[in-house]
């Protein structure tokens, strides 16, 4: 199906150069369908963001339909492609796992089966996040507290070097804070600019984090 997709945008893109006028007249209607298929396409193959990112090879239909099936929080649906054959660990073109898009909306009857049916608790996707950073990003405490029951990684770092505990002190939530300290977080990891969860927590002015760090051992 995708690779059909694709074939469409050579296509159009194709039209475009070698008959620029014709394809000028088309009516505005005409122009919008052809610009929604065109940005279905690319959204299917991950073409955007000034470069293109193809599935994996292995990628098909049933995994694509898991991916949309976690994102839009439908556990029947993924139980049924878990069922018939569709991979646990598929990523989409930004190599989001089904375990990150379930854990980005809080879906956590969804992250629970993916775990049990093998999900990769410490997936990454194409920027490095895994399903905590993601959880914890977004303030989901439920979510974090299952991921660290799975075995996740508290200490894993994006290419920028920012990681869970540094989130939890940007949003200020004491709560997800906490369980990544029980988990063993390093309370002095640093990002790639030499920050840590206690300078950003101290700079945020959220005080009940910066006391949690501080208990914790955690130094400026």
């Given at each position: 199906?995708?690779?059909?997709?694709?074939?469409?945008?050579?296509?159009?893109?194709?039209?475009?150069?070698?008959?620029?006028?014709?394809?000028?007249?088309?009516?505005?209607?005409?122009?919008?369908?052809?610009?929604?298929?065109?940005?279905?396409?690319?959204?299917?193959?991950?073409?955007?963001?000034?470069?293109?990112?193809?599935?994996?090879a292995d990628t098909t239909?049933?995994?694509?339909?898991?991916?949309?099936?976690?994102?839009?929080?439908?556990?029947?649906?993924?139980?049924?492609?878990?069922?018939?054959?569709?991979?646990?660990n598929a990523r989409g073109?930004?190599?989001?796992?089904?375990?990150?898009?379930?854990?980005?909306?809080?879906?956590?009857?969804?992250?629970?089966?993916?775990?049990?049916?093998?999900?990769?608790?410490?997936?990454?996707?194409?920027?490095?996040?895994?399903?905590?950073?993601?959880?914890?990003?977004?303030?989901?405490?439920?979510?974090?507290?299952?991921?660290?029951?799975?075995?996740?990684?508290?200490?894993?770092?994006?290419?920028s070097g920012n990681f869970?505990?540094?989130?939890?002190?940007?949003?200020?939530?004491?709560?997800?804070?906490?369980?990544?300290?029980?988990?063993?977080?390093?309370?002095?990891?640093?990002?790639?600019?030499?920050?840590?969860?206690?300078?950003?927590?101290?700079?945020?002015?959220?005080?009940?984090?910066?006391?949690?760090?501080?208990?914790?051992?955690?130094?400026?």
């Open positions: 199906m995708w690779r059909l997709l694709i074939l469409i945008v050579l296509v159009v893109v194709g039209l475009l150069f070698l008959f620029p006028e014709e394809v000028g007249q088309l009516t505005e209607t005409a122009k919008e369908e052809v610009e929604d298929v065109v940005d279905a396409a690319k959204e299917k193959v991950g073409i955007g963001g000034g470069e293109v990112k193809i599935l994996p239909d049933q995994d694509l339909r898991l991916l949309a099936a976690a994102e839009a929080g439908q556990l029947s649906g993924v139980k049924a492609l878990l069922e018939s054959g569709a991979k646990v073109s930004d190599g989001s796992s089904a375990l990150v898009l379930a854990a980005a909306g809080d879906h956590t009857d969804i992250l629970r089966h993916l775990l049990q049916a093998g999900a990769q608790v410490d997936a990454r996707a194409s920027n490095g996040r895994t399903a905590l950073l993601t959880a914890t990003g977004k303030g989901y405490l439920k979510t974090v507290e299952i991921l660290l029951g799975a075995g996740a990684d508290p200490d894993i770092q994006t290419k869970a505990l540094m989130e939890a002190a940007q949003i200020g939530h004491p709560g997800i804070a906490q369980a990544l300290l029980n988990a063993g977080a390093n309370v002095q990891l640093k990002t790639m600019n030499g920050w840590t969860a206690l300078a950003m927590a101290e700079d945020r002015g959220h005080s009940e984090i910066t006391r949690l760090l501080r208990e914790a051992g955690a130094t400026p």
